[in-house]
């Protein structure tokens, strides 16, 4: 069992950064898959980036491509999603979510079994 606890959420202006915290509960945090989701006002939760256990893989969503860096540290049981130049189109609620399946499609909602409860992000234009 995994429970994920998000901060770093707030108001930013275009173009500023935050950085987005998940704290994770269990002993066996360093085997999970951590993905980042959000929601935008009035749409889907959409897959925004996810990192393998050892960090040796990394996953983006177009849209944040060379504007958003996941990493993590295990020792610390923490996920962290640095977010850059920011645009008022990243306004959403964000979510930590984590997989400990073997076999699985990082971009998929349905591949995490454990979730947070989202921090909100609002970048004013």
């Known amino acids: 069992q995994v429970q994920l606890v998000e901060s770093g959420g707030g108001l930013v202006q275009a173009g500023g950064s935050l950085r987005l915290s998940c704290a994770a509960s269990?002993?066996?945090?360093?085997?999970?898959?951590m993905g980042w989701f959000r929601q935008p006002p009035g749409k889907e939760r959409e897959f925004v980036a996810a990192i393998t256990w050892d960090g040796g893989n990394t996953w983006y969503a177009d849209s944040v491509k060379g504007r958003f860096t996941i990493s993590r540290d295990n020792a610390k049981n923490t996920v962290y999603l640095q977010m850059n130049s920011l645009k008022p189109e990243d306004t959403a609620v964000y979510y930590c979510a984590a997989s400990s399946r073997l076999y699985y499609d990082a971009y998929a909602a349905g591949t995490y079994g454990y979730w947070g409860q989202g921090t909100q992000v609002t970048v004013s234009s």
């Open positions: 269990g002993r066996t945090f360093g085997y999970y898959l």
